[in-house]
């Protein structure tokens, strides 16, 4: 399929494109945000700080310390984006190299292969990675590594299934018969071909690993000098903002997670349909 | 199904439970803080209790005997000893299954007949109210991190209508109650995080069910059963929802096998005193072997859900054969 | 005796953005009791259409918007959905296309059978059984296969069940579409045999919708040759296969040699199916038409008429 073609589907499907905005929102704030608020975690607020309502000076109130909640969670914008997005890298590129050599190969490596994809499809996920934060220690780059490595299985599926099928077309067999290396098919008739599914499925891990990140970092596995959405959560429950009746501090972060997980799950959604014309038409 | 289906099915079952025990066995031993040096700088930790673990763990052997050890203790059930209760693990455990399998029970219960209604719903009549709504509610409910869920209910209904208690599984004043009284506080205290566990697996439940039948209502077989003068009624009954179901048991079933780790969150923020808290107490506690424990239990539910999913499907598909 | 009547029928399916797809353009033919009629022409051409607007079938973005199907002089076009439910099955029932997913994978065959006897005829479950059995017998199954699935079935001995399903109602009139279709030659020529025997021991009146000319043989008495959503040709068989007047029918003919050497396929025809979106000035067929001449592209044919053999061609009567 044609880039432009791609691009002018993707900006025409309905669900696309409220995906594409809300994303853009939050990258812009990702970026720029910071920039602009500066936050510091460990400057907390006066006594008479604490736990205001929203207000003027504290556009979204402030927390039990005292600080402001509008500037965490512009703070948090950045962390819980960078972590989705770089455990995302990490189960992507293991997912395709795993699925492209068991599809490709065939044979006992297929066999191994697809046997510990069937092992990590089901262990417990929520618990290994507790137990990995628990153990690796609480970073930033541990909570991506812990996403990362327990995400990959369901990506090297779905790219085996594929190869598979593309491996089986007859230019392959072509240009096996012309001398070219495993590597070279590989890379120049395999890899991009299985690549727009391999696109499709990166935008729902991310939505994925965002969840993930939010929740470990909520039970209290996240890295406390770069709060996520994530932390702030854990902080408001911790600290009792529930029975204080403190919405605004536990309340925004959320809708945040909220929205950018459904930005994310829009965007697959319409990709799916781009990429399996099939789901067009009906 | 054959009978040699259902022997490879249990043979891979057995397999995959292998794997995650070898896995497991490294995780918690070649980690960069395994357990004795994270014990040892624990400061609640005594010399009795290090020594307890290195003989527990045979640390002082070679690994393939270490190996050995664990895998024989686990076959009799030996799960070893909590720190934080100092009892053994299992005994542990057993004292909340109860709880989790209650909450779990009943959102499950709920969750697959409104789920599978609404999905039906959803599919027969495409694109029209119901259909949008039940969709953006399942995106919602799929986007939603499911504590966070929890937590709105609990600011709605307890602290704003203050209807509903927020957290435990008895009122401290029943304790020592009987019967009616106490099946009703138990009521009570289930409604909400059973609700929060539920909402999320509707959402689940009527996607599936609703794309699996909309994919069923495009096969030749449904034009045949128009054809053969049957109501649109009798079709989807009869004819559809057959098919249409296999894909919901396997889901359905996965899902049952996730639940310690469904109820984790949930549990966590409602107090619910199941096995998805224990796990979370367990690990602020870092009480290694009953986190180790929690995961068997977890792993084997899954495990067997997985197994108890593949039987259902033979018996559900006559087209599973070898 | 005239048993059923099709004048002037169309039928539109409505595509997203707006755009029509004209189906089937006025097809009118009738249908005698005992009287096998043959729909022949390439996929696309409209005649599954046809045959499933008989029974109402057509799928929810298709409606027919003109003409009038008489079936024992009643109307099935104004006729109730509960009047259409009786009507299916019992009157008129239809042998699917391959039979692979025309038949439920979860139910065994003995409940397919069992439940359409059921609904129609109003049959106690064992009455419905023994029917269900001597239906096997009919189409030469051994009845201990009641109990088994459609996956455990060969091709020819599902398409063998689709057919005692088909009859399961002692319907009048009998539809097969593509009956015979990705089944070998052997197995066809068994299947037809069969069909012909069952429509004269039951009396029955049949539709027989292929792309396939060289399959009919004397199985049917009338052949209609639809191209793009018309019947182009109508006529006896024996006209329609010595003295075939369009050059569409010619090429189908053609494009299957009689016996032995390799079958070609009738997409040997060069060009493709005109697009059911637009309607041209001209003759549908002309793009493709080896005789082509100007006016071809200008006017439509005006329907010729010889001894009941009817076409629509500029060319006069000359055969191949």
Redesign the interface.
Known sequence: MKKNSFIKLFIKNKMGRIGMIIFMIFVMVALVGPVIVQYDPQDFGEKEDVLQPPSLTHFLGTDDLGRDVFKAIVAGSRVSLIVGIMATLISMVIGTSLGITSGYFGGRIDDFLM??T??FL???????M???A????ASIWNIILVIGVTGWAGTARIVRAQTLTEKERQYIERAKSIGASHFHIIKHHIFPNVFPLIFANTILVT?VSI?SE??LS???MGDVSKPSW?TT?HFA?ESGA??N?A?WY??PP?LC???L??SF??MGFALDEIVNPKLR?? | MSRKYLLRKVFYAILTLFGVLVINFFLFRIMPGDPISMLVRNPNANLETVARMKAQFGLDEPVYIQFFTYMSNLFQGDFGTSFHYNRPVLSVIGERVFATVLLVGTAEFFAIIIGVFLGIIAAHRRGSKVDVMSLSFSLVTYAMPSFWLGILLIAFFSGFLSILPTSGMTSPALFFATGFERFFDISKHLILPALTLALVLIGEYMLVMRSSLIEVLTEDYITTARAKGFDEKTVLRKHALPNAMIPMVTIVAMSIGFVITGALQVETVFSWPGLGRLMYDALQDRDYPLLQGIFYISSICIIGANLISDILYGYLDPRVKE | MEILNVKDLKIEFNLSGHRKLHAVNGVSFSLNKGETLALVGESGSGKTTTALSLMKLLPDNGSIVEGEILYKNQSVINASAEKIRSLRWKEISIIFQGAMNALNPVLTIEKQLMDVIMHHDHLEENEARIRAEELLKMVEIDVTRLKQYPHQFSGGMRQRVMIAMALACNPKIVIGDEPTTALDVMVQAQIFDLLERLKKVLELSMIIITHDLSILGDTCDKVAVMYAGEIVEYGEVQDIYCHPKHPYTQKLLSSYPVIGGKKALPESIPGIPMDMTQIPVGCKFAPRCHKAMPICFEEAPIQKVENGHRYFCHLGGESL
């Open positions: 046997r510990l069937d092992i089901v262990l417990p996920w929520l618990p290994l507790l137990v990995l628990a153990l690796l220690g939505a969840l939010t929740t909520f039970l209290g994530g959560l429950f529930l029975s009746k919405y536990f309340v959320g997670v909220l929205l997980v459904l799950t829009l038409e009906r």
